[in-house]
Nanobody, 115 residues
């Protein structure tokens, strides 16, 4: 059973919006943190936004004015709302979760920003 199941993503024009969701197979409060990373071709995987068990977000500087991370505790789901998307946001977005030093990753979902 997959620990993290992602949905959302796709193709959007510059300036557009997309949302991603990630549902955990267990109670999300078992995780110390959940969030999103992304990896563009030829680049290392980088942090986009995470939220700790207390609900405090940590958002990368280059997206903090455009992206928002939220969660629905009852659904064990976190969301990433992305606004004013730019071509440089094009990447595979991965859901991430951590329990102490154990890391869990979703299968990845493609986000493409292009006209």
């Amino acid at each position: 059973q997959d620990e993290l199941v992602e949905s959302g993503g796709g193709l959007v024009q510059p300036g557009g919006s997309l949302s991603l969701s990630c549902t955990a197979s267990r109670n999300m409060f078992e995780f110390n943190a959940m969030g999103w990373y992304r990896q563009a071709p030829g680049n290392q995987r980088e942090l986009v936004a995470t939220m700790n068990v207390g609900g405090i977000p940590n958002v990368a500087d280059d997206v903090k004015d455009r992206f928002t991370i939220t969660r629905n505790n009852a659904k064990n789901t976190i969301y990433l709302y992305m606004n004013n998307l730019k071509p440089e946001d094009t990447a595979v977005y991965y859901c991430y979760a951590r329990i102490l030093r154990s890391e869990y990753w979703g299968q990845g979902t493609q986000v493409t920003v292009s006209s």
